[in-house]
């Protein structure tokens, strides 16, 4: 096995490409670098398949290893060979090597050099005495033009086509927001997302959640693309968020006998005129999720959950698989609608607990919200955190006695924190 070098350059007659040096893009950009010269590029039917695959699941990797091959048919004499591998081959690509195992095959059939980007792979041909090359791809995605516009201190940026850049900076209860002086184009957008696209594709870490006619949303561990283009939208726009930074709930400084009585409440409603409520609904979550059986009913990004919590698809089927899991705590997310109240009260009446947040300035706002939406029952045994400045600034203790004079000031009032 060859480890390229820098300054080294090939001319090779037979070149067999593997799938990792597809999905990064390795082969066309050498071409055009004019690093490597190809008189025949031969790609089995497998990586085909697998790239297939990966873009039917919603994989980036895939769509962009397909656009890759697309490129290598204008520049090279490009040949396909092979069979079509079986499902259960595709599935378990990774951890079986059948997908490998063709392609070296074909490398060794048409007397070629294999290229790959995996290292396995090539100790394996070098094993079995076939040519090989092995090119190191970088794990860094420092080189795409959103992240560098983001920097670290930007959590949000909106490129609309044809207007001025808003960036947002700060944290929870404390954002900034600017207009920068340069107005962007239709083509520098889409440039941009696609470079996010092809860069986060050569590291195998990204993942398409929406790819729609005019609008998609891809999700890269802290951050996630949104781009919306016609019919969707009359002009094309991008917008990049990163996720707040975490934070345990012990960093909330509360006494250990509160944390507890939240626990034991039916419902939790984290209150706040976009304050850091997210940020203290993750904490409870991760914090719950160490003793309990917890899981998300919703798919919010800025909410990074561990491993441990189940998250499920929003979809009716689905309460009867957390019912019969037994699960103890339940995400709901953001309470808007008369939809998320009824959820409220099915997960209450079949004994799980619930987390929710309302973007509500005021507390007298907020109960009377939670009452149209939920009722008064939902009120009987719930804590209401108020959370300023992603700080925790009051907790309310309710019951029913309580609820009949509301609007009285007849919370019990558990914490003040400065």
């Known amino acids: 096995m060859v480890k390229r070098k820098n300054s080294e350059k090939y001319d090779i007659n037979v070149l067999v490409p593997d799938t990792s040096v597809i999905i990064g893009g390795v082969v066309s950009d050498y071409i055009k670098k004019k690093i490597l010269k190809a008189g025949k590029i031969i790609i089995n039917e497998a990586v085909l398949s697998e790239l297939e695959y990966q873009a039917n699941s919603g994989r980036i990797v895939g769509e962009q290893g397909l656009k890759e091959v697309k490129k290598l048919r204008k520049i090279c004499k490009v040949k396909f060979v092979g069979r079509k591998p079986l499902p259960h081959e595709i599935k378990n690509a990774k951890r079986g090597g059948e997908i490998d195992s063709l392609i070296r095959q074909t490398a060794f059939e048409e007397k070629g050099t294999l290229i790959t980007a995996d290292r396995v792979q090539g100790m394996v041909a070098e094993a079995k005495g076939i040519k090989c090359i092995f090119i190191e791809c970088s794990k860094k995605v420092n080189g795409f033009e959103i992240v560098k516009l983001m920097g670290k201190t930007i959590c949000k940026v909106c490129l609309r086509e044809g207007e001025k850049g808003v960036f947002v900076k700060g944290s929870p209860g404390k954002y900034v927001v600017e207009r920068k002086r340069k107005v962007w184009t239709k ?29 998609s949303v891809v999700k890269y561990k802290d951050y ?23 934070k345990k709930i012990y960093d909330y400084k509360l006494n250990v006998k509160y944390i507890k009585e939240i626990a034991d409440a039916e419902c939790v409603f984290v209150v706040g005129d976009d304050s850091g409520e997210k940020v203290l609904c993750e904490s409870l979550l991760n914090y719950f999720g160490e003793t309990l059986n917890v899981c998300s009913f919703v798919n919010d990004f800025e909410i990074l959950l561990d491993d441990k919590i189940m998250q499920y698809k929003r979809h009716v089927d689905n309460l009867d698989v957390m019912k019969d899991s037994g699960k103890d705590y339940v995400y709901v997310g953001d309470l808007t609608g008369e939809d998320d109240g009824l959820l409220i009260k099915w997960l209450s ?3 799980m607990k619930t987390v929710s947040f309302l973007k509500v300035g005021k507390l007298v706002d907020c109960v009377e919200k939670i009452i149209n939406l939920v009722g008064l029952r939902g009120m009987e045994k719930a804590i209401i955190i108020k959370v300023e400045n992603n700080k925790i600034k009051n907790l309310y203790k309710t019951n029913q006695k309580e609820i009949v004079d509301l609007f009285k000031d007849k919370f019990v009032l558990r914490i003040e924190n400065d």
């Not at 969707?232 to 707040?244: C, D, Q, T």
């Open 187 to 215: 083509n520098e957008i889409e440039e941009i997302f696609e470079q996010a696209l092809e860069e986060i594709s050569k590291i195998n870490e990204g993942f398409m959640e929406v790819n729609k006619k005019g609008f």
């Open 349 to 351: 009446d079949n004994n």
């Open 224 to 246: 996630r693309f949104m781009r919306t283009c016609k019919p969707v939208s009359n002009k094309v726009e991008l917008i990049a968020i990163k996720k707040p930074k975490s």
